[in-house]
């Protein structure tokens, strides 16, 4: 089975912090994701990578900036949060050519004060 | 900016009954359509989906309905059981990068 793991499950940070949300996965998939999911708003793509060192801006990147320095691990940074970015973070992984299947992590809910 | 609308919001069905969910998309361009569940504490995970060149999908009590002139595509859950009860999200694009509807909260009833 596909594991995808974010290592923070919770996290409470203040205004203007800098804070790293970090995933790894362990089948070698190409593609990597960042969404946020909120409420009625479902999920929204931030980042995306389809490559080691390559990324690319999803719907609401503003705020954000990724990282992707080796195959298994996609970090997303805030480099200053603030409190509209209080969300659920997802991580997934995925969406080969054969069968476009999305494995997510569980995620990481971040609250900025 | 392309959306997917997903309706209804939330959704309580009694035991044994049908759910239905509902969602529609713009761009004509999307290839793949999948559902995704997602129970409390957990990351959502693919349920079932379905390629334009079919009307219709079932897996078990599961069922997409695909109306490719209306951009329009359903889940029907037969025989809605209490261990159904999740969030659904539809989504549309093409493999490697998704648009995701908004969200159905499903409670079924004893």
């Known amino acids: 089975d596909v594991k995808v793991t974010q290592s923070s499950r919770y996290l409470v940070k203040r205004t203007g912090e800098k804070v790293f949300l970090e995933c790894v996965q362990d089948?070698?998939?190409?593609?990597m994701f960042w969404y946020r999911q909120d409420p009625g708003l479902g999920l929204r793509l931030i980042y995306f990578?389809?490559?080691?060192?390559?990324?690319e801006k999803g719907d609401i990147p503003e705020g954000y900036s990724v990282s992707r320095e080796k195959k298994e691990r996609f970090s997303l940074i805030l480099e200053s949060a603030s409190t509209n970015q209080t969300s659920m973070y997802l991580c997934a992984t995925g969406g080969g050519a054969n069968t476009g299947e999305l494995f997510f992590g569980e995620g990481s809910r971040l609250t900025v004060l | 900016q392309q959306q997917v609308k997903q309706s209804p919001q939330s959704l309580i069905v009694q035991k044994g009954g049908i759910s239905i969910i509902n969602c529609a998309y713009e761009n004509t361009a999307f290839d793949y359509f999948p559902w995704y569940q997602q129970f409390p504490g957990k990351g959502p995970a693919l349920l079932i989906a379905i390629r334009p060149d079919v009307s219709e999908k079932k897996e078990g009590r599961f069922t997409i309905s695909f109306n490719k002139s209306a951009k329009q595509f359903s889940l029907h859950i037969m025989d809605s059981q209490p261990g159904d009860s999740a969030t659904y999200f539809c989504s549309s694009g093409n493999t490697g990068k998704l648009i995701f509807g908004q969200g159905t909260t499903l409670q079924v009833k004893p």
């Open positions: 990578s389809y490559d080691v060192k390559m990324k």
């Open positions: 089948m070698d998939h190409e593609n």
